[in-house]
């Protein structure tokens, strides 16, 4: 089983669409949560941090639930320029942390 | 205030060559990682380091591939006798502490092609 699991997609949606991406974890020692953007031959850039209160940036919205040990993002009214590569990535804890990244959800929005 | 510095961003080796990837961390952040994202795979952690100090290197091949942050300088991902399979994106990253509730910064990678 990955340590961080995510749909690949692509999720083709339109502008203005609102649009969820799921992850999953294994590690129940995971420490600290993150959305990472990549777009096509980039670098990763961090979105933005989760936290178990659920967190909010603009039209992101970001919920963990440490007990399904799920993690969530959501899009509202998806414009063009958010059409990239949305990375899980979890801080898998331990004496020498690391970053662990899911494959990635790849999103299209669309005219 | 500048980011995390990768070069070259795009290395070219015949087979059996060296490459070495070089990786000089945000400003004050003494943490650097090196990872590696295969064509259409994800990122996937190859070693942690701070100066001097190789800290976790659990995600090395255990052969041809070694990694250094020195005192002075950059950190240098180093790989011996190159093979088509090394053919990816390097990134590193680089924090100002473990990483525990902090987020990483990376660099723009470096694409090594193997011919």
Redo the contacts between chains.
């Keep these: 089983r990955k340590e961080v699991e995510q749909d690949p997609g692509p999720f083709n949606v339109p502008e203005g669409a609102t649009v969820a991406f799921n992850c999953t974890y294994s590690n129940s020692a995971s420490?600290?949560f993150?959305w990472y953007r990549q777009d096509c031959?980039?670098?990763?850039?961090?979105l933005m941090?989760v936290y178990s209160s659920g967190n909010e940036d603009g039209r992101f919205t970001a919920q963990l639930n440490r007990a399904s040990q799920y993690i969530s993002l959501l899009i509202r009214d998806s414009k063009l320029s958010d059409s990239a590569t949305y990375?899980c990535v979890v801080?898998s804890g331990g004496t020498?942390?690391?970053?662990?990244?899911?494959?990635?959800t790849r999103l299209q929005v669309t005219l | 205030n500048a980011g995390v510095m990768q070069n070259p961003r795009h290395l070219v080796r015949r087979r059996g060559q060296e490459a070495r990837l070089r990786c000089s961390p945000m400003k004050g952040h003494s943490h650097v990682?090196w990872?590696r994202q295969l064509p259409e795979?994800?990122?996937?952690?190859m070693v942690?380091l701070q100066k001097e100090n190789i800290?976790?290197e659990?995600?090395m091949p255990k052969e041809r591939f070694s990694a250094e942050f020195p005192k002075e300088g950059p950190s240098i991902l180093r790989i011996q006798q190159v093979v088509r399979g090394d053919s990816a994106?390097y990134?590193c990253?680089s924090s100002p502490s473990?990483?525990?509730?902090?987020?990483?910064?990376?660099?723009?990678?470096t694409?090594l092609t193997v011919v």
């Design positions: 420490q600290s993150f031959r980039k670098e990763p850039k961090l941090s990375l801080n020498a942390s690391k970053l662990t990244f899911g494959t990635g | 990682y990872y795979e994800g990122l996937k952690f942690y800290i976790d659990s995600g994106a990134f990253a473990r990483q525990g509730g902090l987020e990483a910064f990376f660099g723009q990678g694409r």
